[in-house]
């Protein structure tokens, strides 16, 4: 799945306008396809799921929104790769810091590269953080990214980053 995203990528950055068999044509600039509404809901919902599986803790259900091959970057730096490695560091996380939380996600933007690569942009807020000894820490918020891949008429979540904003010294 990495090398049919870096693909689309590199086709997308040196203007190539040739699609896989099958699938829609791009769009052109300014040009709206009824199918841009259809896979932008059905992203949104993905994240509304994912929500709700965070919000019930149940960590096996948080990962199967994303590809077999598909990464996750914590805030802190920690990656994970592959669907098993999200999964377990979902559990560790749900069974630990976050096993009282609840996450409220707010997508802000759906940009659809291609008919096939989306990016995604949002924020998010969890409340009810424990530290070490079930001490309440505060709520973490911040930003999201990630880039989803449609196939076999799926959104996959390919590469998520999550960011938590820190003031810069020179700021």
Not at 81 to 89: P, S
Request: aromatic content about 10%; overall charge neutral.
């Amino acid at each position: 799945m990495r090398r049919i995203l870096a693909g689309l990528a590199i086709a997308f950055c040196v203007g190539a306008g040739a699609h896989a068999a099958g699938s829609e044509r791009a769009a052109r600039p300014g040009e709206f396809r009824p199918s841009d509404l259809e896979n932008e809901v059905a992203i949104r919902q993905l994240y509304d799921k994912f929500s709700a599986a965070w919000n019930r803790h149940d960590a096996r259900a948080m990962a199967q929104y994303w590809a077999f091959d598909g990464d996750h970057f914590e805030p802190d730096g920690r990656r994970v790769e592959g669907r098993d490695a999200v999964e377990k560091l979902f559990a560790e996380e749900q069974a630990t810091a976050f096993k009282q939380s609840k996450l409220s996600l707010t997508i802000e933007s759906v940009w659809l590269i291609t008919p096939n690569v989306a990016l995604v942009n949002g924020t998010y807020r969890v409340d009810g953080v424990q530290g070490p000894g079930g001490v309440s820490l505060d709520i973490r918020q911040g930003f999201l990214t990630s880039v989803l891949v449609k196939e076999a008429d799926r959104w996959w979540v390919a590469a998520s980053r999550s960011v938590i904003p820190a003031k810069l010294p020179w700021r």
